[in-house]
């Protein structure tokens, strides 16, 4: 029952953080589109803008607290389904857990304020102030959390004496090599996705025939945002391969299928591996010797350096092709929105180009989903990088099978009710309706 409990407790781990890195992934990006809106809304005295902040902050409520929920079960799950690992590193990643938590209630109070200070400010800018902690506690809670999964990848800060951590560091834990890299790719990737979604949104809108100035306001605002964070994610992602090559080469061998070493090494893209050899990839010289330390001609370590028992899964390739091809194509969508909405070119306005922008919510989606999975699965067969594995951090209860069918049910309510709560909410809420009432409000105000 040993390995059963394991690959339980693997795939609850894994349907836990796919369905929460959503919810996750939202909460991050959210504040910063609503704070920038409600900025250029005041600036611009436009009330169009003012509405899109309204109107995203109630959505972004409903995710707030369904991410409360998925984010409490990860935290059960450790002690439950991880105890080995909780008992070896549990005093080193309790600060940025403890941190994680107070940054989430810190977002959550200014959060509440907000809310209920609408129109209660003599000057709007006083309100908008509320929003700055309420967007940094939202970063610092990914800041923190991914700094734990850093510190998995690149254990720092301690002695290892006996089998277990001592001499601990708390600061030196948390600031491990594997920490810049990780956490402004997660920071900048959740901000990308919110803009995507919300673009997505609002091409939607359009396309279902709503003529109003304010859906072409809101995908104007959230694509010119995405393409800014869609080049930083880009920029951020070759670090990590740089990352990789120094501290973690076998993931980048694996994601890679870079099996021999060598200088000048080609980046393959797609293909389909065939009794250890790969066929149909697209190869791009040199690309991985570039992407690994910066120049054409420099040696990348492969996989024929390590134990076989230490070798990733190689299907973490078609994760990282999957998260590169969305990812760049993404950029190419919002450059060409951007490009081309400034120069008026007629086929931005068509309905092909709008589901293309209606597509591009759900594959950012995807891509953070790829890019969570690649770096879990990457670090196999280690859950404490080269100090536990996996198999011996698990839990042996035999009832993980259960938890699995429960937790797999509490996912699949709060996924439905996810969608009908805010569906009824904005439908019962139109645009037309809130802005003949603020109409309304300003001039019983005036009179």
């Known amino acids: 029952m040993g390995e059963d409990s394991v690959f339980y407790s693997r795939l609850l781990t894994e349907l836990t953080l796919t369905f929460h890195i959503v919810y996750a992934t939202l909460g991050v990006g959210v504040p910063l589109m609503i704070m920038i809106a409600q900025w250029v809304g005041i600036r611009k005295n436009d009330d169009h803008y003012i509405l899109l902040a309204r109107r995203w902050t109630r959505g972004f409520v409903i995710t707030v607290a369904v991410g409360v929920v998925t984010g409490t079960a990860i935290g059960l799950q450790l002690s439950l389904l991880w105890p080995h690992f909780m008992e070896l590193a549990g005093n080193v990643i309790a600060l940025p857990l403890f941190m994680e938590t107070f940054a989430f209630f810190f977002e959550a109070i200014f959060l509440g304020i907000y809310l209920y200070t609408w129109d209660r400010f003599d000057h709007p800018y006083k309100h908008l102030l509320l929003l700055i902690p309420v967007a940094i506690g939202a970063a610092f809670s990914a800041v923190f959390i991914t700094i734990v999964n850093a510190f ?48 997505s949104i609002a091409a939607y809108r359009i396309l279902r025939g709503s003529k109003h100035i304010y859906h072409k ?21 070759d670090f990590s391969g740089k990352y990789l090559a120094q501290y973690q080469p076998e993931k980048l061998a694996a994601s890679e299928w870079h099996f021999e070493t060598g200088k000048g090494a080609p980046l393959l893209m797609y293909g389909i591996l065939e009794d250890g050899e790969v066929k149909y990839a697209f190869k791009v010289p040199y690309a991985l010797s570039v992407l690994a330390h910066g120049y054409p001609t420099a040696e990348v370590i492969g996989l024929d350096q390590f134990p076989e028992d230490e070798i990733p899964p190689l299907y973490v390739h078609y994760l990282f092709d999957s998260m590169v091809t969305i990812g760049m194509a993404l950029i190419v969508l919002s450059l060409l929105y951007w490009v081309g909405t400034l120069r008026r070119w007629s086929w931005v306005r068509s309905k092909a180009f709008h589901w293309l922008l209606v597509f591009g919510g759900p594959l950012s989606i995807l891509a953070i989903e790829a890019g969570w999975w690649m770096t879990e699965v990457g670090r196999q067969p280690w859950v404490l990088y080269r100090i536990l594995r996996t198999a011996d951090a698990a839990t042996s209860n035999e009832h ?18 996810t969608v009908v709560v805010l569906t009824r909410m904005f439908k019962k809420n139109t645009i037309e309706q809130e802005l003949a009432d603020h109409e309304a409000q300003k001039a019983g105000e005036l009179t």
Do not use: C, E, Q, W
């Not at 306001?217 to 992602?237: P, Q």
């Open 152 to 199: 998995m990848n690149a254990p720092r800060g301690f002695d290892l004496a006996g089998g277990k951590l001592v001499n601990v560091n708390p600061l030196a834990a948390m600031l491990n090599p594997a920490m810049p890299t990780k956490v402004s790719h997660v920071v900048s990737t959740a901000f990308m996705t919110s803009a995507f979604v919300l673009a």
């Open 217 to 237: 306001k809101a995908l104007f605002l959230t694509l010119k945002l995405a393409l800014i964070f869609s080049v930083a994610a880009a920029i951020i992602g």
């Open 400 to 417: 993980v099978d259960l938890m699995l069918f429960l937790f797999s049910g509490l996912y699949l309510v709060l996924g439905i009710g």
